[in-house]
C-alpha cells in the first residue's frame, strides 16, 4: 500500500525556518517528479514546488522563490522542502504528491499524505 507521510511542520515566527520532509513507502517514486502544494484555510490547493526526476532541476511558485529549496533522496524515497524567511502568509497545510501522470496539476495527483501544518505568525 502506498503511503506518503509529510512531516515538520509547526508554529514559527516571520522570519523563522522549518524544514518539511515527505516520505513514501510502498513504491518508490524516483522515477517521477515530486510536487509540494499548499492549501491554506478557505483557499484552493496551490503549488509551491516541483523537483525533476534525478533532482537537477526544480521550480517554485514566485511567492517562494529565493526563500523555499527543494531536494530528494532517492535512496530514501523523500523529499525536502527547506523552507526560509517564513512569512505569515505561508500559513497553511503542506502536501506533497509524485505526479505519475506527468500532468503538473494537482486534480490529475494519484497518492496525497495527509499534509503537515505551516503556522507563521507575525
Known amino acids: 500500500q502506498v503511503q506518503l507521510v509529510e512531516s515538520g511542520g509547526g508554529l514559527v515566527q516571520a522570519g523563522g525556518s522549518l524544514r518539511l520532509s515527505c516520505s513514501a513507502s510502498?513504491?518508490?517514486?524516483?522515477?517521477?517528479?515530486m510536487y509540494w502544494f499548499r492549501q491554506a484555510p478557505g483557499k484552493e490547493r496551490e503549488f509551491v514546488a516541483r523537483i525533476v526526476v534525478g533532482g537537477r532541476t526544480t521550480v517554485y511558485a514566485d511567492s517562494v522563490k529565493g526563500r523555499f529549496t527543494l531536494s530528494r533522496d532517492s535512496a530514501k524515497n523523500t523529499v525536502y522542502l527547506q523552507m526560509n524567511d517564513l512569512k505569515p502568509e505561508d500559513t497553511a497545510v503542506y502536501y506533497c504528491?509524485?505526479?505519475?501522470?506527468?500532468?503538473?496539476?494537482?486534480?490529475?495527483?494519484?497518492?496525497w499524505g495527509k499534509g503537515t501544518l505551516v503556522t507563521v505568525s507575525s
Open positions: 510502498g513504491r518508490s517514486f524516483s522515477g517521477y517528479h
Open positions: 504528491a509524485p505526479d505519475l501522470s506527468w500532468s503538473g496539476s494537482a486534480a490529475a495527483m494519484d497518492y
